[in-house]
T-cell receptor, first 114, second 108 residues
């Protein structure tokens, strides 16, 4: 079955450590996105990528980094520079945002920094 | 100003009532529009796409007014299972933008 997979589902890290969240899709989608969601809040765009080896900052990119070495994969690194990293992180992909196509989401990763 | 803005909510309505959600978008380059539903602690899922001609899916009706840059979602005969957060989404050439969402509570 085609879909988008995030791992792990839950992640605990100590303050000051970098951590990488995985996102893989087998939908052959060009575009991939990372969002952050805090309790009772909407989705805020961290980074997005339209094509392999290219990505752009979203609204809250500070303290995060990404790579897009393969079409299928768009990992997100939460660095120690991110002041409040505890949140629900969602990865999504679309065929193309300019087309009227659905965004597919992974099940999310709940990151808790202690 | 946020690129996609929604009613702040929450909406608390009795079962069987009709509920209307409103959304505005600020970027006239937006080309595609959607409503998503998000259940508590889950990922968002597509509810329906929104077209200029309006579209209906059972109890759900979505409308787009490009001149006013306004999107709406109407839920008729609401059910307890409709309780969720509803997210308005606008897409353009380079990215998709989500509104903050409006939480709906259907009361028995």
């Amino acid at each position: 079955d085609g879909g988008i997979t995030q791992s792990p589902k839950y992640l605990f890290r100590k303050e000051g450590q970098n951590v990488t969240l995985s996102c893989e899709q087998n939908l052959n989608h060009d575009a991939m996105y990372w969002y952050r969601q805090d309790p009772g809040q909407g989705l805020r765009l961290i980074y997005y990528s339209q094509i392999v080896n290219d990505f752009q900052k979203g609204d809250i990119a500070e303290g995060y980094s990404v790579s897009r070495e393969k079409k299928e994969s768009f990992p997100l690194t939460v660095t120690s520079a991110q002041k409040n990293p505890t949140a629900f992180y969602l990865c999504a992909s679309t065929d193309s945002p300019s087309m009227n196509t659905e965004a597919f989401f992974g099940q999310g990763t709940r990151l808790t920094v202690v | 100003r946020k690129e996609v803005e929604q009613d702040p909510g929450p909406f608390n309505v009795p079962e069987g009532a009709t509920v209307a959600f409103n959304c505005t978008y600020s970027n006239s380059a937006s080309q595609s529009f959607f409503w998503y539903r998000q259940d508590c602690r889950k990922e968002p899922k597509l509810l329906m796409s929104v077209y200029s001609s309006g579209n209906e899916d059972g109890r759900f009706t979505a409308q787009l007014n490009r001149a006013s840059q306004y999107i709406s979602l109407l839920i008729r005969d609401s059910k307890l299972s409709d309780s969720a957060t509803y997210l308005c989404v606008a897409g353009r050439d380079d990215k998709i933008i989500f509104g903050k969402g409006t939480r709906l509570h259907i009361l028995p």
